[in-house]
């Protein structure tokens, strides 16, 4: 006989927890999410898969966790407590591969969905793999949630999903948030030091990174490179340092704690996301608040909100504009210091309350919709009402834009032109919540 199980207002069904080892930016925005919606009062759970760095259940910040199965088999174990739970909102989070809990319950659900991994499946799975991971994301997905309603990070992302043919009426984006910034005691490196953060992983590509610093070492002998972050990849870029004749000059930092990644990226002059993909990328912000820019890939979609392009740091297509933008970053100091100033005080705009906030209107519309016709009695009014006041009463905080102990310049009003002559225009950045 089951015990009974404590109500649940909101469930997150995940693959992975922030606790686990392949951990990421998904992760922090779904525990940001869930621990703000704990703390206006809602009962909020998140079921992931089981890992060796924590519990089976526990709570962390308000939130229930429950961690059951593999990798695989975290949903059927998933589908199953929906089943037995009967949560009053579901929120799926799918990573690629769907959990589909609009099969096993009659609630509410909601899908978070932060980038389509269209280019990943084939890096990661091979061809024929990843020819079956790309038809669940884009066929089996879009028909099991076609009554759903998505949230997503970026405008980038959410035209993407309409490509897939889920109507733009029913996607909602919400942006990230950024914690306060610990502060540090580093000094910016004497010497030109780039740095790159991620989960070692093939779609990640950190082997841009040790290409640039190799094509760049004759004229910046003393460049070095730091990468953050562990992953079963980690051996082939060691490899692949090795190769480039750069190993002597890249820093594996593997996994490091939250003080000492914010230490070492304030001692780095710039940041580099060669990443396949991104929801948003977490990391440019946390850069940016040490006024350090970043250069990332226009493809990679989330990264054109996260970057404004030629004001916090720049976009580029390929590997030789990546390289080319990076040399004109280290001999071009006031261009680099302008761009540090403006993506210190584009992360200071970003803020988990106001996050918080608009998903919870995401989440109230949601219900509405999934209980309109329903018999009175069974329309989860007080649930919406809840959401409500969280939407209303959650504001996006005024943060100061934090300086640098390197960098004597206060940031003050937007930099005029000049910053990078040679960059694409700038796009007006996107609302906080676009639901059109």
């Not at 329309?379 to 390197?406: C, K, M, Y």
Request: hydrophobic letters at 45%; charged letters at 25%; a neutral charge.
């Amino acid at each position: 006989m089951f015990a009974p199980l404590p109500e649940i207002d909101v469930l997150f069904v995940n693959w992975r927890d922030l606790s686990h080892p392949e951990g990421g930016g998904s992760e922090r925005y779904v525990h940001r999410i869930a621990e703000g919606l704990a703390a206006a009062g809602l009962r909020v759970t998140m079921f992931c898969a089981a890992h060796d760095r924590a519990p089976a259940d526990e709570v962390v910040n308000g939130v229930r966790i429950m961690r059951r199965g593999g990798r695989l088999t975290v949903y059927a174990r998933a589908l199953a407590f929906v089943r037995r739970s009967r949560p009053r909102l579901v929120v799926d989070v799918q990573n690629g591969v769907p959990f589909a809990s609009t099969l096993v319950t009659r609630s509410p659900v909601a899908v978070a969905l932060f980038h389509v991994h269209r280019e990943q499946w084939p890096i990661v799975f091979g061809r024929i793999g990843g020819r079956i991971g790309w038809w669940l994301e884009s066929v089996v997905a879009p028909w099991v949630y076609r009554r759903t309603r998505y949230v997503t990070l970026s405008e980038a992302t959410r035209t993407e999903l309409v490509d897939l043919g889920i109507d733009a009426s029913r996607i909602t984006v919400v942006p990230v948030g950024i914690e306060p910034l610990p502060a540090v005691t580093t000094q910016r490196s004497a010497t030109p030091e780039l740095i790159a953060l991620g989960r070692l992983v093939p779609h990640k590509r950190v082997e841009h990174a040790l290409e640039v610093l190799a094509r760049l070492g004759d004229r910046w002998p003393d460049m070095r490179l730091t990468v953050v972050g562990d992953g079963w990849w980690e051996e082939r870029l060691r490899a692949e340092a090795e190769r480039l004749g750069v190993a002597d000059r890249v820093l594996f930092a593997g996994f490091v704690d939250e003080r000492t990644k914010h230490e070492l990226l304030a001692s780095a002059w710039v940041h580099l996301c060669p990443s396949v993909k991104e929801g948003w990328g977490l990391v440019v912000n946390e850069a940016g608040g040490h006024q350090v820019p970043t250069v990332g890939y226009t493809a990679a979609g989330g990264l054109q909100q996260s970057i404004v392009d030629g004001v916090t740091g720049v976009l580029v297509d390929d590997l030789d504009q990546m390289t080319d933008a990076v040399a004109h970053l280290i001999e071009d100091e006031d261009a680099r210091r302008s761009l540090g100033r403006a993506a210190a005080r584009h992360t200071a705009s970003l803020d988990w309350p106001a996050s918080v906030a608009s998903f919870a209107a995401f989440l109230a519309r949601s219900v509405r919709e999934s209980s309109a016709g329903a018999p009175p009695g069974s329309r989860p009014e007080d649930l919406v009402r809840a959401l409500d006041r969280i939407a209303a009463g959650v504001g996006a905080g005024e943060v100061a834009a934090p300086g640098h102990p390197g960098d004597r310049d206060t940031a003050g009003p937007t930099d005029g032109g000049g910053v990078l002559a040679w960059a694409r225009p700038v796009p007006p950045l996107a609302a906080r919540t676009a639901d059109r």
